[in-house]
């Protein structure tokens, strides 16, 4: 006997890759890419190994963060042309004037675009070095939050909720009683960045205990923490983001030769419990894209 949508979406996985980051450099792994066709290749393999989204920060030909819109555009446009993978732009950034942050966004509407949820020190620390490998302090307070939904809103793009503590998720419900956060509402629980909640399952399922009802959510573990954590989130009925942003390692511990490497892992993990990575349709319907439309 068939079972009914709702059932068969329930063992699907959204599965997202995060494929370039903004402070990951080549020679932290060769596969990060940088130029256009490095992009192109990158997200095509993600998308081939299982991947639904691909969450995108901008990068020059040198490597360097570039947050124009054009460019964005240049990304976009040759992505979309190889494969149908959905788009997920970054809207984080240090310093950057806010109109800056989000043109991008509004130009040129992407499926989701990713929405820093709360101020936070955002570090690294090397045991090994007994030092921070860098120390920043991330500032997102909620008229930038604010400004940046009603930005989306205005798009019709919706929001993927970017939350790396306790108290950036418990931050949604005020945003939604202001009528400016639309449910249903889709969250990423980022963990094991220092500054952040630390990266257990433990704390992941915490978290997940504070979300509003109905809500989807990922999760984006740091590091290799990231299998275990993706374990976790697949036995609690999350979805998963993997991708060179966020870990360079497979659990042996080899280095990924690209991002496709990753999503495979996190495919052939969600088969392991009992679960599917979605096809983009199916992502299209667990993350209600389609209830996102442009304010008149």
Known sequence: MARDTATSLSDKCVITCACSGVLTQKKHCPAIPYTIPEYV?????????GA???????????????????????????VSAAC???????????GLPMEQRVGHITGLRPHIGALNMG????????????????DLVFANPFADIIY??????????????????????????????????????????????????????????????????????????ISREQWKLSAAALALGGNVRVGLEDNYYLPSGEMARSNGDLVAQAAALCRAVGREPATIEEARAILQLDTYKPEA
Request: overall charge neutral; aromatic content about 8%; hydrophobic content about 40%.
């Open 52 to 78: 639904a989204v691909v969450h995108l920060h901008a990068r020059d030909d040198n490597g360097a963060p570039n947050f124009r819109a054009q460019r964005y555009q240049e990304i976009r446009d040759a």
């Open 84 to 94: 149908p993978i959905l788009i997920n732009f970054s809207t984080g950034a240090i």
């Open 41 to 49: 290749a990158e997200c095509t393999r993600a998308y081939e190994a």
């Open 119 to 134: 101020s936070m020190n955002y570090s690294k620390y090397s045991a090994e070095r007994k030092t921070l490998v860098f």
């Open 148 to 221: 940046l939904l009603k930005a989306m809103n205005q798009a019709g793009v919706k929001p993927e909720l970017e939350c790396f503590d306790t108290g950036h998720v418990n931050s949604a419900p005020a945003l939604v009683d202001m009528g400016i956060l639309r449910p249903p509402l889709d969250f990423s629980l980022i963990v094991g960045v220092l500054g952040g909640i630390p990266g257990t399952a433990r704390h992941l399922a915490f978290q997940v205990d504070q979300l509003p009802p109905g809500s989807t959510w990922k999760v984006i573990g």
